[in-house]
């Protein structure tokens, strides 16, 4: 059976700040969704299903988090799903909202992730102590920056590259009021001072914690007619692979390889070099730039970096990446990869407003999570597939 | 069901108005009995009496250490016992900075990812008794147990550098 | 819509406190399904699991189960945090693509690591509720309550449910409690959290279960091979109600009838349903909600009154009805799966032989 055509037309998102003091969690996640329902012209009478995601529910202390928000979520009476899986889920929650879609079980699904970090202590609720464990891993940098090191060495790349990422997407959140940092005259100098925290990683090289929601109304073909510029979802695809096994490339792993190709060929995307316009990558340290622009092919391995030396990754440049700031300048984890799929429909509808691509036909949504183990990734589109 | 309408009593008013309730503490404790799982509580046991004790997976014969249970390239459990040395190379190594909750080592402080000599996975630990500037890929190193030892992990205190030359780049490549 | 079926169930027993970390748990169950099925974990077209981390008081559990899969090369692979059963519904949702034929379905809980009913109050408004810790058998006796008071139910009824369910158990190996005493006698006992008494609450329980899943001509040929009827899924929808306990009637389940309705429960003659309520008089709310006459047997197994892992216990209960369809005791079989107090979410599915 073929699928049925699925379509994003309705997109939202809250301001994402460190503390959203002034909302509580069933406010923040309904900022998101009236934005979404609002952009899609509907109202949550009109939706058939809610799948919600998010990452540990001890980021907020609650559990199964999803039970007590269907009622924010107007989910009463209706089929509610909730996603964990790691820090791809914003990324993989939309697609399961979208499978819902193309496998003709519904014609609009509401799919909302969030994070509202503020309201536990995310180091605590990331590294608890066990007992016989000793307590050495200080957060995701501490297991990240290894890698980051292996893949300095193995690309021979220059030191600078993590620094003109992260002045790069620090310089497109200006263009994004949606984005939790705006920092004002940021430059190489400003990151290169910003004190070692996990070495190599610099503090301005990685990504802040922040509160905030994401939200999309997907629609089938019939549902979608008459939506104002939807965005096609040309393919969609996940792949997992184990935390560590003898002889696991971390670094470069094969998931997110196997994930990609699997991507190209549901999108029938054949040279994506040349096909995709632009990407919302999961860059939640800068280096994972270059390294995640190699795993998903589009620059050949060990030659990501100089993509990012060049500018091309910069808006204006050939192949812009995170044109609305990214992790780097925007991270409630368990929206932030729904945010990158988001992100990449508005990009295609032509809705991105000062961070618009120009031209943007074909873009590519990515999240990743666990210890770069878990991959999803959609492309969407301004064409019908 | 039907929920009798609330009859419209008159406007609660306060003077002066009430301010909005931006937080509310909410601690919450729960205990927890961890338990180790089998394999686990085998590589602790062997640890308190100064042993480092891996497990082989049948299928492809690697040498988990600690052990997983599982083989999780395989998906098998992991059967048979291989005693692992308590040296081994630096393949990669982070120094950390950054204060946390529940941070016990003082800062600046260097974990490294060893490849002890018998197993095939790099083991995450503490490093010490060098300068973190001169901490390098390729490094030999040694476990300095601690004074009494337990079925904990802290039984290893840290390693240090053994004093031999660095290893062959090619005996430790495919875990760089 | 794609054809989809249970070729293979796996589930092991539930105890009270369970040797081993979720990944020596789990392991042995998928490993048996796959075999059941006569399947790799390479060959699967998709992998999907339920699991929640508050049990073991530790994120990421799931990704540590993954370690059990063998999920090498890198699985098409996804996890909800719920019961197994809403896992069970991705999977048939992802099956209906058409571009893959199998899939892995597997659930965990270690209930026995915290105190469950303690844990379970954190599922509740953490603003004006959960800071009042009430505990999950006291919010049951509030819905067991308004029962008895709305003359809907006596405790008697509640004693008879409990006493049915874990007599059926004993022709259950891997149940946790497998017998029980009269009505009278259980009657006699004082009670835990009035109106309920220990027998109207489940065990706290250990346990996992795995189940293969296959389309069309591949679920007939695995079947076939085996010498099984595939248990076609007929039907399978899931309802969410609102969680705020006083706008609700606790003594109705307006999801589950909902589910019921939407997964054609009642197009044919049900042979037998496989109910999860944890709590005795919440298989009274359930029937009624789903319209189960005195012709359909319930909980043939025992139910989650006999063994109540969470988070499997939901998915259990469609395995078990799978079961009775793989070796024609039952033609056509209802499975129901809740979540959240109360009996707030819902999920039915209904399974046939062809
Ligand atoms: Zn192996």
Same mark, same amino acid.
């Given at each position: 059976?073929?699928?049925?055509?699925?379509?994003?037309?309705?997109?939202?998102?809250?301001?994402?700040?460190?503390?959203?003091?002034?909302?509580?969690?069933?406010?923040?996640?309904?900022?998101?969704?009236?934005?979404?329902?609002?952009?899609?012209?509907?109202?949550?009478?009109?939706?058939?299903?809610?799948?919600?995601?998010?990452?540990?529910?001890?980021?907020?202390?609650?559990?199964?988090?999803?039970?007590?928000? &269907?009622?924010?979520?107007?989910?009463?009476?209706?089929?509610?799903?909730?996603?964990?899986?790691?820090?791809?889920?914003?990324?993989?929650?939309?697609?399961?909202?979208?499978?819902?879609?193309? &496998?003709?079980?519904?014609?609009?699904?509401?799919?909302?992730?969030?994070?509202?970090?503020?309201?536990?202590?995310?180091?605590?609720?990331?590294?608890?102590?066990?007992? /016989?464990?000793?307590?050495?891993?200080?957060?995701?940098?501490?297991?990240?920056?290894?890698?980051?090191?292996?893949?300095?060495?193995?690309?021979?790349?220059?030191?600078?590259?993590?620094?003109?990422?992260?002045?790069?997407?620090?310089?497109?959140?200006?263009?994004?009021?949606?984005?939790?940092?705006?920092?004002?005259?940021?430059?190489?100098?400003?990151?290169?001072?910003?004190?070692?925290?996990?070495?190599?990683?610099?503090?301005?090289?990685?990504?802040?914690?922040?509160?905030?929601?994401?939200?999309?109304?997907? +629609?089938?073909?019939?549902?979608?007619?008459?939506?104002?510029?939807?965005?096609?979802?040309?393919?969609? &695809?996940?792949?997992?692979?184990?935390?560590?096994?003898?002889?696991?490339?971390?670094?470069?792993?094969?998931?997110?390889?196997?994930?990609?190709?699997?991507?190209?060929?549901?999108?029938?995307?054949?040279?994506?070099?040349?096909?995709?316009?632009?990407?919302?990558?999961?860059?939640?340290?800068?280096? /994972?730039?270059?390294?995640?622009?190699?795993?998903?092919?589009?620059?050949?391995?060990?030659?990501?970096?100089?993509?990012?030396?060049?500018? +091309?990754?910069?808006?204006?440049?050939? /192949?812009?990446?995170?044109?609305?700031?990214?992790?780097?300048?925007? #991270?409630?984890?368990?929206?932030?990869?729904?945010?990158?799929?988001?992100?990449? *429909?508005?990009?295609?509808?032509?809705?991105?407003?000062?961070?618009?691509?120009?031209?943007?036909? #074909?873009?590519?949504?990515? *999240?990743?999570?666990?210890?770069?183990?878990?991959?999803?990734?959609?492309?969407?589109?301004?064409?019908?597939? | 069901?039907?929920?009798?309408?609330?009859?419209?009593?008159?406007?609660?008013?306060?003077?002066?108005?009430?301010?909005?309730?931006?937080?509310?503490?909410?601690?919450?404790?729960?205990?927890?009995?961890?338990?180790?799982?089998?394999?686990?509580?085998?590589?602790?046991?062997?640890?308190?009496?100064?042993?480092?004790?891996?497990?082989?997976?049948?299928?492809?014969?690697? $040498?988990?250490?600690?052990?997983?249970?599982?083989?999780?390239?395989?998906?098998?459990?992991?059967?048979?016992? $291989?005693?692992?040395?308590?040296?081994?190379?630096?393949?990669?190594?982070?120094?950390?900075?950054?204060?946390?909750?529940?941070? $016990?080592?003082?800062?600046?402080?260097?974990?490294?990812?060893?490849?002890?000599?018998?197993?095939?996975?790099?083991?995450?630990?503490?490093?010490?008794?060098?300068?973190?500037?001169?901490?390098?890929?390729?490094?030999?190193?040694?476990?300095?147990?601690?004074?009494?030892?337990?079925?904990?992990?802290?039984?290893?205190?840290?390693?240090?550098?053994?004093?031999?030359?660095?290893?062959?780049?090619?005996?430790?490549?495919?875990?760089? | 819509?794609?054809?989809?079926?249970?070729?293979?169930?796996?589930?092991?027993?539930?105890?009270?406190?369970?040797?081993?970390?979720?990944?020596?748990?789990?392991?042995?169950?998928?490993?048996?399904? @796959?075999?059941?099925?006569?399947?790799?974990?390479?060959?699967?077209?998709?992998?999907?699991?339920?699991?929640?981390?508050?049990?073991?008081?530790?994120?990421?559990?799931?990704?540590?189960?993954?370690?059990?899969?063998?999920?090498?090369? !890198?699985?098409?692979?996804? =996890?909800?945090?719920?019961?197994?059963?809403?896992?069970?519904?991705?999977?048939?949702?992802?099956?209906?693509?058409?571009?893959?034929?199998?899939?892995?379905?597997?659930?965990?809980?270690?209930?026995?690591?915290?105190?469950?009913?303690?844990?379970?109050?954190?599922?509740?408004?953490?603003?004006?509720?959960?800071?009042?810790? !009430?505990?999950?058998?006291?919010?049951?006796?509030?819905?067991?309550?308004?029962?008895?008071?709305?003359?809907?139910?006596?405790?008697?009824?509640?004693?008879?449910?409990?006493?049915?369910?874990?007599?059926?158990?004993?022709?259950?190996?891997?149940?946790?409690?497998?017998?029980?005493?009269?009505?009278?006698?259980?009657?006699?006992?004082?009670?835990?959290?009035?109106?309920?008494?220990?027998?109207?609450?489940?065990?706290?329980?250990?346990?996992?279960?795995?189940?293969?899943?296959?389309?069309?001509?591949?679920? %007939?040929?695995?079947?076939?091979?085996?010498?099984?009827?595939?248990?076609?899924?007929?039907?399978?929808?899931?309802?969410?109600?609102?969680?705020?306990?006083?706008?609700?009637?606790?003594? %109705?389940?307006?999801?589950?009838? @909902?589910?019921?309705?939407?997964?054609?429960? =009642?197009?044919? !003659?049900?042979?037998?349903?496989?109910?999860?309520?944890?709590?005795?008089?919440?298989? @009274?709310?359930?029937?009624?909600?789903?319209?189960?006459?005195?012709?359909?047997?319930?909980?043939?197994?025992?139910?989650?009154?006999?063994?109540?892992?969470?988070?499997?216990?939901?998915?259990?209960?469609?395995?078990?009805?799978?079961?009775?369809?793989?070796?024609? %005791?039952?033609?056509?079989?209802?499975?129901?799966?809740?979540?959240?107090?109360?009996?707030?979410?819902?999920?039915?599915?209904?399974?046939?032989?062809?």
């Amino acid at each position: 059976m073929s699928r049925e055509p699925c379509a994003v037309i309705g997109v939202g998102q809250t301001r994402h700040a460190s503390r959203r003091k002034d909302v509580s969690i069933p406010g923040l996640v309904r900022e998101a969704a009236l934005r979404a329902l609002d952009d899609a012209g509907l109202t949550f009478a009109d939706i058939d299903a809610v799948v919600l995601g998010k990452a540990p529910d001890t980021f907020e202390g609650v559990v199964m988090p999803e039970l007590f928000l &269907a009622s924010a979520l107007g989910a009463a009476g209706k089929p509610m799903m909730r996603v964990h899986t790691a820090g791809s889920v914003g990324g993989s929650t939309a697609i399961v909202a979208a499978h819902l879609i193309q &496998a003709g079980v519904h014609e609009r699904v509401l799919t909302v992730a969030f994070e509202k970090q503020s309201e536990s202590d995310a180091m605590w609720a990331l590294s608890p102590r066990i007992p /016989f464990q000793p307590t050495l891993v200080a957060g995701a940098g501490g297991y990240f920056a290894p890698l980051v090191r292996s893949y300095i060495q193995r690309a021979g790349a220059p030191p600078h590259i993590g620094v003109e990422v992260a002045v790069k997407d620090r310089l497109h959140a200006l263009r994004n009021p949606y984005a939790h940092l705006h920092m004002e005259g940021i430059d190489r100098a400003m990151v290169e001072a910003s004190p070692m925290l996990w070495d190599p990683i610099r503090y301005l090289e990685t990504c802040p914690s922040s509160d905030g929601a994401c939200a999309m109304v997907l +629609a089938s073909e019939r549902a979608a007619r008459g939506a104002a510029r939807p965005a096609w979802v040309r393919g969609t &695809a996940m792949r997992s692979e184990p935390t560590m096994f003898a002889g696991r490339d971390a670094v470069n792993p094969r998931a997110g390889q196997d994930c990609a190709q699997a991507l190209y060929r549901e999108a029938g995307i054949d040279d994506p070099r040349r096909q995709l316009d632009t990407a919302e990558i999961y860059v939640p340290f800068s280096w /994972f730039e270059p390294m995640w622009l190699e795993n998903l092919g589009l620059a050949d391995e060990g030659q990501g970096w100089r993509m990012t030396d060049e500018g +091309a990754t910069a808006l204006g440049g050939r /192949f812009p990446v995170n044109a609305s700031g990214g992790v780097l300048s925007s #991270n409630p984890i368990g929206a932030s990869g729904m945010l990158r799929f988001a992100e990449a *429909a508005l990009q295609v509808r032509g809705m991105a407003g000062e961070h618009q691509v120009d031209g943007a036909r #074909n873009a590519l949504g990515h *999240a990743y999570g666990g210890g770069s183990q878990f991959f999803a990734m959609w492309i969407v589109s301004e064409e019908r597939p | 069901m039907s929920i009798p309408p609330t009859p419209a009593g008159p406007a609660l008013e306060f003077d002066p108005p009430l301010s909005p309730v931006m937080r509310i503490d909410c601690p919450v404790r729960l205990d927890y009995t961890i338990a180790a799982g089998r394999e686990q509580s085998r590589f602790l046991r062997a640890m308190s009496r100064g042993h480092l004790l891996g497990r082989r997976c049948p299928e492809c014969r690697k $040498v988990y250490l600690p052990p997983r249970g599982t083989c999780p390239r395989c998906g098998v459990m992991t059967a048979e016992d $291989v005693e692992v040395q308590p040296r081994g190379t630096i393949t990669t190594w982070c120094v950390t900075n950054v204060p946390y909750e529940g941070q $016990v080592l003082e800062l600046p402080y260097v974990t490294a990812s060893v490849l002890l000599d018998g197993a095939d996975l790099p083991f995450y630990f503490l490093i010490q008794g060098l300068p973190a500037d001169q901490i390098r890929m390729g490094m030999r190193v040694e476990a300095e147990w601690a004074d009494t030892l337990g079925p904990t992990l802290d039984s290893i205190r840290c390693f240090r550098p053994s004093g031999e030359p660095d290893a062959d780049p090619a005996s430790y490549a495919e875990h760089v | 819509m794609v054809d989809v079926a249970i070729v293979a169930f796996a589930q092991r027993p539930s105890v009270r406190n369970a040797v081993g970390d979720e990944v020596e748990l789990v392991q042995p169950v998928i490993q048996q399904a @796959l075999e059941d099925a006569g399947l790799r974990a390479s060959e699967l077209g998709f992998v999907c699991s339920g699991s929640c981390d508050y049990l073991i008081g530790r994120p990421f559990s799931f990704v540590t189960a993954l370690d059990a899969v063998g999920a090498w090369p !890198p699985l098409c692979e996804s =996890h909800v945090e719920m019961d197994g059963a809403f896992a069970f519904y991705e999977a048939w949702v992802r099956l209906q693509h058409g571009d893959v034929d199998t899939a892995l379905v597997y659930a965990f809980g270690r209930s026995s690591l915290g105190s469950l009913p303690i844990i379970l109050s954190q599922q509740l408004d953490p603003y004006t509720v959960a800071p009042l810790f !009430p505990d999950a058998i006291s919010l049951a006796a509030l819905q067991a309550r308004a029962l008895l008071d709305g003359g809907r139910a006596t405790e008697r009824d509640f004693a008879e449910v409990a006493c049915r369910s874990r007599r059926a158990a004993e022709g259950n190996p891997n149940a946790q409690l497998r017998q029980s005493a009269d009505v009278e006698a259980l009657l006699g006992a004082a009670c835990l959290r009035p109106p309920l008494r220990v027998h109207d609450c489940p065990p706290i329980s250990d346990g996992a279960c795995a189940m293969v899943l296959a389309t069309g001509e591949r679920a %007939r040929a695995i079947a076939s091979a085996r010498g099984r009827a595939p248990a076609w899924v007929a039907g399978v929808d899931h309802r969410i109600d609102p969680q705020d306990l006083g706008s609700r009637d606790l003594t %109705r389940a307006p999801s589950a009838k @909902l589910a019921a309705e939407r997964a054609g429960a =009642h197009r044919a !003659p049900l042979d037998l349903a496989e109910l999860h309520a944890p709590f005795s008089p919440q298989e @009274l709310i359930l029937r009624e909600a789903m319209g189960l006459g005195p012709q359909v047997a319930i909980n043939p197994s025992g139910g989650a009154l006999a063994a109540n892992p969470m988070m499997v216990a939901g998915l259990t209960r469609v395995g078990e009805a799978a079961l009775r369809i793989h070796d024609g %005791r039952a033609g056509r079989a209802l499975a129901h799966a809740t979540s959240g107090p109360c009996l707030q979410q819902n999920l039915v599915c209904v399974l046939e032989a062809r």
